[in-house]
């Protein structure tokens, strides 16, 4: 379980910002992303659902199935 915590999402090279408010990996995350300028190809399946909320710009995320 993480309390408070701030690091890459998707490892070190990643331009997005994960602070995790509350992380219950088992069960839960809740957590602010900043996606910063740029980006990478990073091909990879989601074992989860996820609910979202854009508070402003844009995201673009390609289904490859």
Known sequence: ???LGKSKDGGPESPVDAY???EFKS????ALLKFNK???ENYHTHAFGAL???LFGELVEEDFN
Do not use: A, D, V, Y
Not at 27 to 30: A, C, W
């Open 27 to 30: 069960l839960f995350s809740i």
């Open 20 to 22: 995790f408010l509350w």
């Open 1 to 3: 379980m993480r309390l």
């Open 38 to 40: 740029g980006g990478r």
């Open 52 to 54: 979202t909320w854009f």
